[in-house]
């Protein structure tokens, strides 16, 4: 078996493994990265870039037909097959070559194939192509394998050859009918790519949707999908699945009733890629979330470090968050204290310090890309109220502001504030309407920041812009 060691060894090459090698790189270390498929992950081929690259093209067509002058100009309808072929370009036709000549350029060496932990300190490495290798790393191994779509255990869904998240952003075909189980934040982003490229779509969301968020985002959305066609199913449990002859999927749901599609995808969450990871090389369980500590080494079940600390988990895999851009926020702190550790640097675990991610906890943007967007950050108000904070929730309608009634024309939304009466600072914050993503980042800094209301009045929305509803929400609370 051939041999290498390096300072770091990454396992997985999505986002999260990339930017944790690039980080131990420029802080001066050496690095080599494991990959099994793509270099990108699932987030370039099979997730965030194709699923959005579904979406865009219909959201922009939307907005066109929402305004007099350039509706009349929208002749036709959606090109289905000409977004396809956006997507495929998008995700680079499936091929890795712009990701591995970033590695290469970054001084990160790629490995492809499978990656197991084979003892303390080292990974065997074995692909169809490459010969078995064992590497070694000085410092650290940082596991960031990802996630895979979890499926329910529903009779005869297997055997049903269901859609998974992989198929729906990688189709080659709209189907006529498209059934979905779930009711989260794939399933409703789906449900509105789906409809808009002309599917008949029915959303079975046993439990509501998406109930994380403040409880008149599903509302919202459940409307728009509803207008969109889509018959929304709210209670609706998958009893059994099966395919028939003709390519039909039969849906029977556990009140008899019978839902008939030409696919069926499921999107009931995810689950960690550590099944054939070397897990229990190490004395830890394959197939389990990791646990990891504040500057995100991993923990075994007594909360004890692996060794003397040198195995870290980064990205889905430790089930913090399951977001790119918080991933790789992760993947920073990770390398960071990885090269601290490494040069003996101090190392910074305070809240909010350099080697811990701290807003994993406090401060998650989110934008769902549904029609309207949903865009949140921090804590909704019954979870501020679950942690104990005193608060206090203000509500907007994002249509009553200046700029939504330019924006577009009928343009709904709303806009809620949730403040901690304690510290008069915002603690979660939530939108609801069309393109309110971009409006996001403004919450994101004034919770992270900790901006006392009283300040925030001196950051003074430009006029007529949607996001007035700064200056509304703060005039509702008082001053
Ligand atoms: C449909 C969908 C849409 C999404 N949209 C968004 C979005 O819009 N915005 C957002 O922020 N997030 C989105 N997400 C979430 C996002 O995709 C994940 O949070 C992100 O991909 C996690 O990155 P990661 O690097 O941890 O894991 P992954 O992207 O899963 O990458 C892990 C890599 O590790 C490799 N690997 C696994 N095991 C091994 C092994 N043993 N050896 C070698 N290689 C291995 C895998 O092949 C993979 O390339 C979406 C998810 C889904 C399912
Ligand atoms: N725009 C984005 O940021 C974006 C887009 C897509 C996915 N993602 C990420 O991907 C992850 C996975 O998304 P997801 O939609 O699969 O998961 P999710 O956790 O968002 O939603 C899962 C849904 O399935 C339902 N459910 C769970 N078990 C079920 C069962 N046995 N039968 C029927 N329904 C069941 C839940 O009630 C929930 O509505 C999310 O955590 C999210 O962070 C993000």
Known sequence: MESATYDVVVIGAGPVGENVADRVVQGGLTAAIVERELVGGECSYWACMPTKALLRSQTALR???????????????LDAAAVLRRRDSIVSHWTDDGQVSWLNSAGITLYRGQGRISSDRTVEVTGADTAPTLLTARHAVVIATGSSALLPDVSGLGEAAPWTSREAAAASQVPGRLAIIGGGVVATEMATAYAGLGSAVTVLARDGLLTRAEPFVGEQVAQSLREAGVSVRLAAEAASVSRDGDGTVHITLTDGEQVDADEVLVAIGRTPNTQDVGLDRIGLKPGAWLTVDDTLRVLDDAGALIGDGWLYAAGDVNRRVLLTHQGKYQARAVGDVIVARATGEAVDDRPWGRHVATADARAVPQVVFT???????GLTAAAAKAAGLRIRVVDYDLAAVAGSTLHAEGYQGHARMVVDE??????????????????????????????????????????????????????AYGR
């Open 371 to 377: 029609d309207p967007e949903v865009a949140s950050v």
């Open 63 to 77: 907005a066109a037909r929402q305004l007099p002058g350039a509706r009349e100009a929208v002749t036709g309808e």
């Open 422 to 475: 304690e510290r008069r600072v915002i603690v979660g914050f939530t939108l609801v309407g069309p393109d309110v993503a971009e409006l996001l980042h403004a919450a994101t800094i004034a919770i992270v920041g900790e901006v006392p209301l009283d300040r925030l009045w001196h950051a003074v929305p430009a006029y007529p812009t949607v996001s007035e509803v700064w200056l509304r929400l703060l005039e």
